[in-house]
C-alpha cells in the first residue's frame, strides 16, 4: 500500500474550519441563551427549554449524519463536500441567531437553533472524520488532531475577547452589539476557512463503502471493546471541564470574590490550554497517546485543588491557577480523537468499511451527554447546599461550594486516567494493524479477517480484554 504523505502546510489548512466550529460552540453555550432571555424578552423558562431541547435533537442527529457522512461520497471524496454543504446551513442559521430582529417568539429560537444543530453537527463530524482518514500513521494523528484542537481553542478564546474588546472599544455597547459581532467573526471566517481546507489539504481516495446486513453492523461495534473504554474515557473528560464550566462564574465571583475579573480570568484559562497543546502532541510521540492522556488528567486532577489553598479576593493567584490547571485543557479530547482513528481501523480490518463517521458521532454524543450530566448533577447539588447566585452565602456553603469544584472534576480525570493507562492499542499494536489491513487488503477478502480484528482490539471469545493484543 502506498504511504500516504501529507505536509505540515496542509494539516493547518485542514484545522483552519476549527477556529469558526469553536466560535460557534462556546456563544451557544454561554451568551446566546441570556441574550434571549434579557434581550429577546424571552422567560427563561421557555429559553432553556428551547436550549435543552436543541441539545437533545443534536444527539439524535449525531449517528444519524454520521452514517449519512460515511455513505454517500462524491467525486471529491467522502467528507469535504458534506463540510461544503454544512456552510450555507451555518450561515444562515447564524445571522438569524445572532441578529434577529425583535420581538422574536419560542418558535423562532426552537427552528433556527435545530438547523444550526444540524449544520454544526455535519460539519464537526465530517471535519474529524476527514482528519481520521488524513493518516494511517500513530503520531502523525495526533498531530492533525492536535492542530485541530489547537485551533478549536483559539477560536474560542478569540470569540470570548470580543465582548471585551467592543466594552473597550465603545461606550455603552450592550448585548445585542457583543452577539452580533461574535455573529460576523463567524459568518466571514466560515466561507474563509472551509475554501482554504478543502483547496489545500487532500482526501485520500477509499475502498468503496460495503454494505453488511444492519444487526452485524451493529453487532461489531457493540462487542468492540476498546471502543467502549474510549467512548467512557471521553464521557469521564468532558464531565471534568462541563462541571468546572458551568460553575466557573460562581465560583470566581462568590467564592473566590472576583467578579469583576471572572470572564478575563476564563480567557486566562483558554490561553493556557491553548499552549499547552503543543507540548501535549510531543508527549504522545515519545509515551504514547493514552498515556499521555492518563498523564494529562492525572495533572489536572492535581492542579485543580490547588486554589483551596489561595487567598479569596487576590487576582493573581486566581490567574496562577487558571493557568496551570488550563494546560490539560484540550489534551484529552485530540488524545482521545486520535486513538479513536486506530479504534477504527480494527473496524475496517474486520468489516472492510470505513466507517469513521459513525463512529465519530458516537464520540460526539459522549462529550454532549458528559455536558449535561456536568449540569444535571452539579446545579441541584448547588440548591443542595442552599447556594444563592444573587443573594449572600454562608462561609459554610462557599466552603462546600469550594469541595464540589474541585472535588468531583478531579475524580472523573483519575477515573478517565485509570480507563486508559493500560489500553491495549499502543503504537507497537497500531502499527501490526496497519500491516494486517494491508495484507488484507492486498490478499484477501474482508470478511476473512474477522479473527485478526479481533485480536487486535483485545477481544477474546469471552469478550475480555487482554493487556497486549496478539498477532
Request: glycine fraction near 8%; charge should be neutral; proline fraction near 6%.
Amino acid at each position: 500500500m502506498e504511504k500516504r504523505k501529507i505536509t505540515r502546510w496542509q494539516i493547518g489548512a485542514f484545522g483552519l474550519p476549527s477556529i469558526p466550529i469553536s466560535a460557534l460552540g462556546l456563544p451557544i453555550v454561554v451568551y446566546l441563551p441570556p441574550f434571549y432571555a434579557h434581550d429577546m424578552g424571552l422567560s427563561l423558562t421557555v429559553v432553556g427549554t428551547v436550549f435543552m431541547m436543541a441539545r437533545f435533537w443534536d444527539v439524535i442527529t449525531d449517528p444519524i449524519l454520521g452514517m449519512v457522512s460515511d455513505r454517500f461520497p462524491s467525486r471529491w471524496g467522502r467528507r469535504r463536500h458534506w463540510i461544503v454543504i454544512s456552510a450555507p446551513l451555518l450561515l444562515i442559521s447564524s445571522y438569524m441567531l445572532f441578529m434577529p430582529t425583535p420581538p422574536v417568539t419560542w418558535v423562532y429560537l426552537a427552528g433556527w437553533m435545530f438547523f444550526l444543530y444540524i449544520g454544526w453537527t455535519l460539519i464537526t463530524i465530517s471535519h474529524m472524520s476527514w482528519g481520521a482518514e488524513l493518516s494511517a500513521d500513530y503520531d502523525e494523528r495526533s498531530t492533525i488532531q492536535g492542530m485541530r484542537e489547537f485551533l478549536l481553542i483559539f477560536g474560542m478564546f478569540t470569540v470570548l475577547a470580543l465582548p471585551a474588546v467592543i466594552e473597550y472599544t465603545s461606550n455603552g455597547a450592550g448585548g445585542p452589539e457583543k452577539v452580533a459581532a461574535m455573529g460576523w467573526f463567524i459568518i466571514v471566517l466560515l466561507p474563509i476557512t472551509i475554501g482554504l481546507a478543502v483547496w489545500i489539504a487532500p482526501e485520500f481516495p477509499s475502498a468503496p463503502h460495503q454494505q453488511i446486513p444492519w444487526r452485524r453492523a451493529w453487532s461489531i461495534i457493540a462487542r468492540n471493546r476498546l471502543l467502549q473504554r474510549v467512548l467512557v474515557a471521553d464521557l469521564l473528560v468532558n464531565i471534568a471541564p462541563a462541571i468546572t464550566g458551568s460553575l466557573y462564574i460562581f465560583f470566581a465571583s462568590h467564592v473566590m470574590g472576583l467578579p469583576k475579573s471572572a470572564s478575563l480570568l476564563l480567557l486566562v484559562y483558554f490561553i493556557a490550554g491553548f499552549v499547552g497543546i503543543p507540548m501535549w502532541i510531543r508527549m504522545s510521540h515519545m509515551a504514547g497517546k493514552h498515556k499521555t492522556l492518563a498523564i494529562a488528567m492525572v495533572y489536572g486532577a492535581v492542579t485543580l485543588p490547588l486554589v483551596i489553598f489561595f487567598p479569596r479576593g487576590e487576582f493573581w493567584w486566581l490567574f496562577i491557577g487558571n493557568s496551570l490547571y488550563g494546560v490539560a485543557y484540550g489534551a484529552g479530547s485530540f488524545l482521545l480523537r486520535s486513538i479513536m482513528a486506530d479504534v477504527i481501523d480494527t473496524d475496517y480490518l474486520e468489516t472492510g468499511q470505513r466507517r469513521t463517521g459513525l463512529y465519530y458521532s458516537l464520540l460526539s454524543m459522549t462529550a454532549k451527554v458528559g455536558a449535561a450530566l456536568a449540569v444535571g448533577i452539579t446545579y441541584p447539588l448547588l440548591d443542595f447546599i442552599q447556594f444563592t447566585p444573587g443573594g449572600q452565602n454562608t462561609p459554610q456553603t462557599l466552603n462546600e461550594f469550594m469541595a464540589m469544584y474541585v472535588t468531583l472534576p478531579a475524580i472523573a480525570m483519575l477515573a478517565a486516567a485509570a480507563v486508559m493507562w493500560r489500553f491495549p492499542l499502543d503504537r507497537a499494536a497500531q502499527s501490526d494493524l496497519r500491516r494486517r489491513i494491508e495484507e488484507r487488503d492486498g490478499k484477501h477478502a474482508p470478511h476473512e479477517a474477522s479473527d485478526a480484528a479481533a485480536a487486535i482490539a483485545g477481544v477474546g471469545t469471552a469478550g475480555t480484554i487482554v493487556d497486549q493484543p496478539g498477532d
